[in-house]
């Protein structure tokens, strides 16, 4: 499928066994032989071998770089550090870079990639279902600091992505059900008909296949709108995540997935829409209960610090300038940016959770 990227469009392939294949697709992409194939260290071992297989039989020279999974290797100096082995391989402007991971390593090989030369093109291999739905679209991409996360990064559009969807079966449950947290907010902001389909969704292959494609498309059409989030259409996106990010902040980033903060998230952002969007009780409900249904949490632990996640809300690049910019939704299938949520809002809504 082709999805517009701003200045250029770039192509999705979605289907199995299409790790083999690479090489094959690469070549219509790339320019030169050497390329960077950047992974970590859970997913080196599983799929690698078979994606650098296929890039030099197509006739390329991959080099493979393999940080240490998990979101504490999405650094400045790791990017550095991949950068120096980049230059110590002798790549150039004419190289490109493969991202063969989840969300972590589409971000920091993208932001490589952008880097790099002053940007080189950008093959995304994402491994995750989160990864396939969200990250890998939209040409976000960035390191995070010490205080907070992604606030280094630039938007580089992908050259190329290839969504292998058989690469999931190694997924533990809990990463894949996170990423229906995504999939759930796309269908709550913009697509009814799939959060019907969601409600009896029985989780056969091809189905997956058609969900993931239909969620490429949910988030593009939106990103097209609004490339570099300004206009306001991007952060429909971040349904969910103004609460979700402050609530994997207060737990440190370890007690929640990325997906199961935005979930709580949701169901916060859900109760609020109900108080000033008019969202009817029994749709925000449905939603709860939809969540759940891919075991999603919905409810905080008893012992959770609530008071650390108003505390970490302040942090959140939308509350820019002390403005609260709050998506909510008025009934599934649409949102909007609203500014008329209140502190007091949030407070209700996290403490009801
Ligand atoms: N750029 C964007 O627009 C955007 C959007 C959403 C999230 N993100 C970023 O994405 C990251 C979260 O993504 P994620 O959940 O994919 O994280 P991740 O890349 O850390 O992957 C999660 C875990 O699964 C492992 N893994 C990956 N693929 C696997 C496979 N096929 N089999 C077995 N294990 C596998 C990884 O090694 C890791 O331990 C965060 O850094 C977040 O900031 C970016
Ligand atoms: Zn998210």
């Given at each position: 499928m082709q999805i517009r990227g701003g200045v250029h469009d770039y192509t999705v392939v979605i289907g199995g066994g299409l790790l083999d294949e690479i090489g094959d697709h690469a070549r219509k992409y790339a320019r030169c032989k050497k390329c960077a194939v950047i992974s970590d260290s859970n997913v080196t071992p599983l799929f690698a071998d078979r994606v650098k297989k296929s890039l030099t039989s197509a006739g390329f020279r991959p080099m493979l770089i393999?940080?240490?999974?998990?979101?504490?290797?999405?650094?400045?100096?790791?990017?550095?550090?991949?950068?120096?082995?980049?230059?110590?391989?002798?790549?150039d402007?004419?190289?490109?870079?493969?991202?063969?991971?989840?969300g972590m390593i589409g971000d920091?090989?993208?932001f490589v990639a952008a880097i790099y030369h002053r940007g080189i093109p950008h093959i995304q291999i994402p491994t995750t279902l989160l990864?396939?739905?969200?990250?890998?679209?939209?040409?976000?991409?960035g390191v995070d600091t010490r205080d907070a996360k992604n606030l280094i990064g630039t938007f580089h559009q992908p050259s190329l992505v290839i969504d292998d969807i058989d690469v999931l079966k190694t997924l533990p449950r809990r990463q894949f059900n996170q990423g229906f947290a995504e999939i759930i907010k796309h269908a709550v902001i913009a697509?009814?008909?799939m959060f019907q389909m969601l409600q009896s969704w029985k989780g056969a292959t091809p189905a997956l296949?058609?969900?993931?494609?239909?969620?490429i498309h949910i988030k593009s059409r939106i990103v097209a709108k609004d490339e570099h989030d300004r206009t306001g259409q991007r952060a429909l996106l971040n349904f969910g995540h103004t609460v979700g990010?402050?609530?994997?902040?207060?737990?440190?980033?370890r007690k929640f997935l990325h997906g199961e903060a935005v979930s709580l998230g949701i169901a916060a952002a859900c109760a609020i829409s109900v108080k000033r969007a008019g969202l009817p009780p029994d749709q925000g409900a449905a939603?709860?209960?939809?969540?759940?249904?891919?075991?999603?949490?919905?409810?905080?632990?008893h012992k959770f610090p609530r008071k650390k996640i108003l505390d970490a809300v302040s942090f959140d690049k939308k509350f820019e300038g002390g403005k609260v910019r709050f998506v909510v939704t008025p009934r599934i299938g649409t949102a909007y940016l609203a500014d008329n949520v209140t502190a007091d809002d949030m407070h209700e809504a996290v403490d009801a959770l």
């Amino acid at each position: 499928m082709q999805i517009r990227g701003g200045v250029h469009d770039y192509t999705v392939v979605i289907g199995g066994g299409l790790l083999d294949e690479i090489g094959d697709h690469a070549r219509k992409y790339a320019r030169c032989k050497k390329c960077a194939v950047i992974s970590d260290s859970n997913v080196t071992p599983l799929f690698a071998d078979r994606v650098k297989k296929s890039l030099t039989s197509a006739g390329f020279r991959p080099m493979l770089i393999t940080i240490p999974a998990g979101e504490k290797s999405k650094t400045v100096q790791e990017a550095g550090a991949i950068c120096d082995q980049m230059i110590a391989a002798g790549l150039d402007r004419q190289s490109f870079v493969v991202g063969l991971g989840g969300g972590m390593i589409g971000d920091i090989s993208g932001f490589v990639a952008a880097i790099y030369h002053r940007g080189i093109p950008h093959i995304q291999i994402p491994t995750t279902l989160l990864a396939m739905v969200d990250s890998s679209i939209g040409g976000k991409t960035g390191v995070d600091t010490r205080d907070a996360k992604n606030l280094i990064g630039t938007f580089h559009q992908p050259s190329l992505v290839i969504d292998d969807i058989d690469v999931l079966k190694t997924l533990p449950r809990r990463q894949f059900n996170q990423g229906f947290a995504e999939i759930i907010k796309h269908a709550v902001i913009a697509d009814a008909k799939m959060f019907q389909m969601l409600q009896s969704w029985k989780g056969a292959t091809p189905a997956l296949q058609r969900l993931i494609k239909r969620n490429i498309h949910i988030k593009s059409r939106i990103v097209a709108k609004d490339e570099h989030d300004r206009t306001g259409q991007r952060a429909l996106l971040n349904f969910g995540h103004t609460v979700g990010h402050a609530i994997e902040r207060a737990g440190n980033y370890r007690k929640f997935l990325h997906g199961e903060a935005v979930s709580l998230g949701i169901a916060a952002a859900c109760a609020i829409s109900v108080k000033r969007a008019g969202l009817p009780p029994d749709q925000g409900a449905a939603i709860v209960d939809l969540l759940r249904r891919f075991g999603l949490p919905t409810r905080l632990p008893h012992k959770f610090p609530r008071k650390k996640i108003l505390d970490a809300v302040s942090f959140d690049k939308k509350f820019e300038g002390g403005k609260v910019r709050f998506v909510v939704t008025p009934r599934i299938g649409t949102a909007y940016l609203a500014d008329n949520v209140t502190a007091d809002d949030m407070h209700e809504a996290v403490d009801a959770l």
